[in-house]
């Protein structure tokens, strides 16, 4: 499980990233794709008993 914890982990923020470059890029198709890869990795995560708040908490927007 600890594997599956730590591709989870890194798959996320992989997504992250690419979903801020497309931001960055402007390219609203890609940064759709990669927050709709975002939700699936997270809802994984909760079927799995697998708590991902607290690592990604300061990736919120701030206001």
């Known amino acids: 499980m600890r594997e599956f914890t730590l591709t989870l982990h890194l798959r996320i923020h992989d997504s992250i990233t690419a979903l801020r470059r497309a931001h960055a890029r402007g390219d609203d198709d890609l940064a759709t794709s990669q927050a709709g890869e975002i939700e ?19 990736l919120s927007p701030r206001g």
């Open 40 to 58: 699936d990795l997270v809802e994984l995560a909760a079927r799995n008993g697998i708590d991902i708040g607290a690592g990604y908490a300061d």
